[in-house]
């Protein structure tokens, strides 16, 4: 959008008011919003938890897509200096809506997540009809930074005033959730005591935006746009729809992906999110380098693996190579995917009883996993390895760091399969940071990296 100078002084007029005009120009728009059922039922105390947990994932994707528009527009250059301006101004008023205050770095999605992972939500299906005007609000807005940036300002806003809507109702969530601001309701609570001095700089920004009045239509009317988006999301919250309306899905287990395939058995999702736990845990390295997210990830992965059973042979095997080369130039080394396989037989076996060889292919992927590994160093001198190592780090950091011995090994077989030399090196970089780890704990792990490459065989 360009802004003459003969039109100087109207637009710094405009700026002044803009947020009163915005305001009044919206009134029915969140009186219209504030009406829906959903917020009668939390005032009364009979909104549903899966209501919430939903809403609660349809803020986490929108938040966790500004989050990466903020990277785009930092990345955009425009060859007009008008056209710039207001893709920073709009880039100044977006990272203060994803923030969660004015000091703290975490932010609204991180409180999200931790508000989901509470409630234990994996548990808890989708609504499908509100996830796919979700994705429509998302696919809009990643337009909209693309093409009209200025037009995000009026998503903002909508967002904004959404968050305060929530904000009022958090002695609701808490009273109906048994939750307080530490635990199930951070979300809700996001202002804390900072609410005026959040809502004194949301308005500075705004107001000191530079935009002409054709500027301010386009804003209004993705408002408008918005606040649709807004109300269709949270009326198919509530009432529930359906059993025929709710489904699993891979965001509903780890709240940092799109759609992929995972199971439509409670029971499935159940076990592969306790199998996903139990790989988590034999590997300390987990926890440490990727914290709670790589808990979600593992769980999320366990989900996707157990759709793998449905293949034919050869498929499954296909794709279990592929995902344990993926994983592996990712820094995990494909040790993890193939006990996390076996632990996935074993969680499905349990819950299962009377299908025992409806999952016996994912213990031939855990199998074949093994072999490959043992094809560059024997059994024998895997294990001998890994006990030198934990004897070398008093017992892999009185186990802090276990299973770490077992990691390098790995590591160095899947560097001589020749996955790909980052393989070795991602996770040999990170165990080696002296800003992390002691002098002895880094020379322990260079030697046995040493050691193994020095009898490991391509």
Not at 306 to 329: G, S
Not at 389 to 412: H, Q, R, Y
Request: glycine fraction near 4%; charged fraction near 25%.
């Amino acid at each position: 959008m360009t802004i003459s100078n003969r039109d100087a002084h109207r637009n710094k007029h405009l700026s002044e008011n803009v947020i009163t005009r915005m305001q009044s120009e919206s009134a029915a728009l969140l009186d219209s919003f504030k009406s829906l059922p959903f917020f009668g039922a939390l005032t009364n105390g009979t909104l549903p938890l899966p209501s919430y947990i939903n809403q609660l994932r349809a803020f986490a994707a929108i938040f966790n897509t500004l989050e990466r528009l903020v990277a785009y527009l930092s990345s955009v250059q425009s060859r007009d200096n008008s056209t710039q301006k207001l893709r920073l101004d709009t880039l100044d008023i977006l990272q203060s809506v994803i923030r969660t205050d004015l000091e703290a770095d975490k932010s609204h999605f991180m409180r999200i997540v931790d508000d989901l992972t509470y409630f234990n939500s994996s548990l808890l299906q989708e609504i499908i009809d509100v996830r796919h005007s979700v994705d429509a609000l998302i696919a809009r807005m990643r337009f909209l930074a693309s093409e009209e940036p200025v037009c995000l300002i009026g998503y903002l806003f909508t967002l904004h005033h959404v968050l305060q809507i929530t904000h009022a109702y958090r002695d609701e969530v808490q009273n109906s959730f048994q939750a307080d601001e530490e635990n199930g309701a951070t979300f809700s609570g996001v202002y804390g005591e900072k609410s005026r001095e959040y809502q004194a700089t949301y308005e500075h920004l705004i107001n000191g935006s530079c935009f002409d009045e054709q500027a301010f239509v386009q804003i209004q009317r993705a408002v408008n746009e918005s606040f649709s988006f807004m109300e269709k999301i949270h009326r198919g919250l509530y009432p529930l729809p359906s059993v025929d309306g709710m489904r699993f899905s891979a965001a509903s287990i780890n709240p940092e992906v799109s759609n992929h395939a995972v199971p439509t058995d409670e029971r499935e999702v159940a076990a592969a999110t306790s199998a996903g736990r139990l790989c988590f845990e034999e590997f300390s390295y987990f926890e440490a380098r990727y914290g709670e997210r790589g808990r979600r990830f593992a769980s999320g992965d366990s989900a996707w693996l157990v759709t793998l059973a449905q293949l034919d042979h050869q498929t499954l095997i296909r794709k279990v190579l592929w995902f344990a080369n993926y994983l592996a130039v990712q820094g995990l080394p494909r040790i993890t995917l193939e006990r996390q396989l076996y632990y996935l037989h074993q969680e499905l076996s349990t819950s299962f009883p009377d299908k025992p060889t409806q999952y016996a292919m994912l213990l031939e992927g855990a199998e074949l996993l093994k072999k490959e590994r043992c094809k560059h160093i024997s059994v024998k001198d895997f294990d001998s390895l890994s006990r030198a190592f934990a004897a070398m780090t008093d017992n892999e950091l009185d186990g802090k760091m276990k299973g770490t011995g077992a990691l390098i090994v790995s590591a160095v077989c899947d560097e001589k399969a020749a996955v790909k030399v980052e393989t070795s090196r991602s996770i040999e970089t990170w165990l080696t940071n002296t800003d992390s780890f002691s002098a002895d704990w880094v020379s322990a792990v260079e030697e046995i990296f040493t050691q193994t490459r020095s009898i490991a065989v391509f």
